[in-house]
């Protein structure tokens, strides 16, 4: 299962780090700064006290012919629509392009839970 994280801003860096710790190939898209910082360091969490560098592939370019199962467009909660979701519960916000429900949305919402993400 491949995913690429397209954005690597606080949301997708955690994302990235929970989606690699949960044993999922997982790649994150950056620019500028952050780009340079990723591929100097890498992407580093703290967990249990203890400082870990996350299994992930830091990208600065995408070629088009790199296929993923899932893409995510992280954002910030105040950049989704108020009437998306409460203010005090902001989960995971995802939906098929229809908007309809599909096997993938489904098999994406297992994917979430087993990386631990609301």
């Keep these: 299962m491949r995913i690429l994280i397209y954005g690597a801003g606080v949301i997708g860096s955690l994302y990235a780090a929970l989606f690699a710790e949960a044993g999922?190939?997982?790649?994150?898209?950056a620019r500028g700064k952050r780009l340079e910082a990723l591929r100097n360091n890498g992407l580093q969490y703290k967990k249990n006290q203890e400082v870990i560098k996350a299994e992930i592939r830091i990208l600065g370019e995408l070629p088009n012919d790199d296929?993923?199962?899932?893409?995510?467009?992280?954002?910030?909660?105040n950049q989704l629509y108020a009437a998306l979701t409460p203010r005090l519960i902001q989960p995971t916000t995802f939906a098929e392009i229809s908007g309809n429900k599909s096997e993938r949305t489904k098999q994406f919402s297992e994917i979430l839970r087993h990386a631990h993400i609301p």
């Design 67 to 77: 296929i993923y199962d899932f893409v995510l467009l992280t954002v910030r909660e």
């Design 24 to 29: 999922y190939d997982t790649s994150i898209y």
